[in-house]
Nanobody
Framework: EVQLVEFGGGEVRPGGSLTLSCTASGLVFADYAMGWFRQAPGKEREGISC?????????DYVESVKGRFTITRDNAKNTVHLQMSSLKPEDTAVYYC?????????WGPGTQVTVST
């Protein structure tokens, strides 16, 4: 069974940085694209970044995080990272890791990121 676990969330001041990580198991990690989503209180979950499989290392970002967030993957460690910098209060949300295997979406439990003074 595919399992995803995120870690690295926390509380940071505006302008600060955090790096989130997600470790996957139960799949041939390198074969699948990976994504990061977030859900702020009272809002719908939104996709913010994704990275292609080993065969296509394409990276995409939602406009609101371009230039501030960087997604990378380490296939040897079955891990995808999201480096976040210049954080803003509006980045406060629960961040989720995601992948799709055989038309089934898998999610981690999420990790909270809070940006506040």
């Amino acid at each position: 069974e595919v399992q995803l676990v995120e870690f690295g969330g926390g509380e940071v001041r505006p302008g600060g940085s955090l790096t989130l990580s997600c470790t996957a198991s139960g799949l041939v990690f390198a074969d699948y694209a990976m994504g990061w989503f977030r859900q702020a209180p009272g809002k719908e979950r939104e996709g913010i970044s994704c990275i292609g499989s080993h065969s296509e290392q394409r990276r995409d970002y939602v406009e609101s995080v371009k230039g501030r967030f960087t997604i990378t993957r380490d296939n040897a460690k079955n891990t995808v990272h999201l480096q976040m910098s210049s954080l803003k209060p509006e980045d406060t949300a629960v961040y989720y890791c995601n992948t799709e295997v055989g038309f089934q979406h898998y999610w981690g439990p999420g990790t909270q990121v809070t940006v506040s003074t």
